[in-house]
């Protein structure tokens, strides 16, 4: 069959109607962020801090943080980057801050639990973070990953405001989070959806599990349904929402995300010339009745080919 060809995505994420939807990239370090730069990404929507302290018997120093996080900020320079604090435990375990005995990782004491745990940890990674920000004027945004309750994003939106962060985010990673929506926006100033986490934890399925991968579909309607009232907290409250787990990269997917209430979204590089080549065939109106479409089906089956219907 032939391949199909798509244009380039030319660094500006449209709808057909001229609706403006921010296509950013997905980076894990220096050479991701040059080949996000390459691929014309509007931001980084989700750079993962990880990178700096895996395989480390002890934590990087701050100076240290500082390097490696320029070298990710610089190909972005003046525009904008959202930096994930560190989102260790589960699959990620670092010597110097997570426990290697627990049940259950994944429920574990992970991602901004770490920080929790390691107030320290945290001062030191958002003093490097706004550091590298300011050396490369980037337009800086910091979010956290894993956060359950508003106390989580409240003490974390104060650690770094302390650290002169101006705009501060959430990821919704869990049920919780996503139900919680509007107390959060109240607490910070955009949030991210990680739809990875937050379709592992809504369907109850390990998102690594190869016999799982059907129950592990953002286009399950109980996720779906999660994304649409985080949508409509965003809305209510006049503040960005964003898609960075993989969904964001899916072209089908992604009007029916806009539709839901989606301003932006991040995927890895590679996607974005087919998910913006999608988003210019269809207006904020056929998002709507997209989403519409997919809120009122009874499977991620019956999702798809209810979207297919109203989209073509
Ligand atoms: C996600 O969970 O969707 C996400 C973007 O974070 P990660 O894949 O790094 O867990
Ligand atoms: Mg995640």
């Given at each position: ?78 525009r ?88 501060t985010?959430?990821m ?8 919680m ?20 934890y809504t ?6 599990s ?42 089908a ?20 010339d ?13 998002c ?25």
């Amino acid at each position: 069959a032939a391949v199909e060809q798509v244009a380039a995505f030319d660094g500006t994420g449209l709808l057909a109607d001229g609706t403006a939807i921010p296509l950013l990239a997905n980076v894990g370090g220096a050479a991701d962020a040059v080949a996000a730069a390459e691929a014309r990404a509007q931001g980084i929507g989700l750079f993962r801090t990880e990178f700096c302290f895996l395989d480390r018997a002890e934590e990087p120093t701050v100076a240290e943080q500082v390097a490696a996080y320029r070298g990710v900020l610089a190909p972005f320079a003046g525009r904008k980057v959202v930096v994930r604090t560190l989102d260790a435990g589960s699959d990620k375990p670092l010597p110097f801050a997570t426990a290697a005995d627990e049940e259950n990782p994944a429920l574990g004491v992970r991602g901004l639990r770490v920080s929790v745990a390691h107030p320290a940890l945290l001062a030191h990674q958002l003093a490097a973070i706004a550091a590298a920000g300011a050396a490369e004027s980037a337009q800086l945004e910091v979010m956290a990953p894993m956060v359950a309750t508003v106390e989580e994003a409240r003490d974390f939106a104060a650690a770094c405001r302390e650290a002169g962060i101006a705009r501060t985010g959430i990821m919704i990673e869990t049920p919780a989070a996503a139900l919680m929506a509007a107390e959060l926006f109240a607490v910070v100033d955009f949030v991210s959806l990680g739809t990875n986490d937050l379709t592992q934890y809504t369907m109850a399925a390990d998102r690594l599990s190869a016999p799982l991968g059907a129950l592990n579909d953002p286009w399950q309607p109980a996720v779906l349904r999660l994304i649409a009232a985080v949508g409509e907290a965003g809305r209510a409250a006049g503040k960005p929402v964003g898609v960075c787990g993989e969904a964001g990269g899916d072209p089908a997917l992604a009007p029916v995300l806009v539709g839901l209430g989606v301003t932006s979204l991040s995927m890895t590089a590679r996607s974005l010339d087919r998910v913006s080549a999608r988003l210019r065939t269809v207006t904020a109106e056929d998002c709507r009745r997209a989403a519409a479409a997919a809120l009122g089906a009874a499977t991620a089956a019956e999702a798809r080919s209810a979207v297919a219907a109203v989209l073509g």
